[in-house]
């Protein structure tokens, strides 16, 4: 089992920069393929980014490319989301997530479901 904190959320101007962190506990994190989704308001819940348990890959939905980068420290049960030229669009509560298997080599997930731990979401707001 695992419990996730997101935290480094906050308001920024357009073309800003946020980096998030998901705090785990637990000592099965370095084992989990892990995800951010983000959901706006009266939006359905959305990938952003996922990393494989060992860090060796990662995977990005389209509008993340190039701008956001995913990683993990796994001696600090720790991971990050680096988000640069913030977008008024990428306003949203950012979640952090664990794949319900351990180790796995599966594809990464892309889609909700299958993430079976969350932490509570980070507000992330972009002014223009």
């Known amino acids: 089992q695992v419990q996730l904190v997101e935290s480094g959320g906050g308001l920024v101007q357009a073309g800003g920069s946020l980096r998030l962190s998901c705090a785990a506990s637990?000592?099965?994190?370095?084992?989990?393929?892990m995800g951010w989704f983000r959901q706006a308001p009266g939006k359905e819940r959305d990938f952003v980014a996922a990393?494989?348990?060992?860090?060796?890959?990662?995977n990005y939905a389209g509008s993340a490319k190039g701008r956001f980068t995913v990683s993990r420290d796994n001696a600090k049960n720790t991971l990050y989301l680096q988000m640069n030229s913030l977008q008024p669009e990428d306003t949203a509560v950012y979640y952090c997530?664990?794949?319900?298997?351990?180790?796995?080599?599966?594809?990464?997930?892309?889609?909700?479901?299958?993430?079976?731990?969350w932490g509570q979401g980070t507000q992330v707001t972009v002014s223009s």
């Open positions: 990393i494989r348990w060992s860090g060796s890959a990662t």
């Open positions: 997530a664990a794949d319900h298997l351990l180790q796995s080599t599966l594809p990464l997930r892309t889609t909700p479901r299958g993430y079976y731990y």
């Open positions: 637990g000592r099965a994190f370095s084992r989990y393929n």
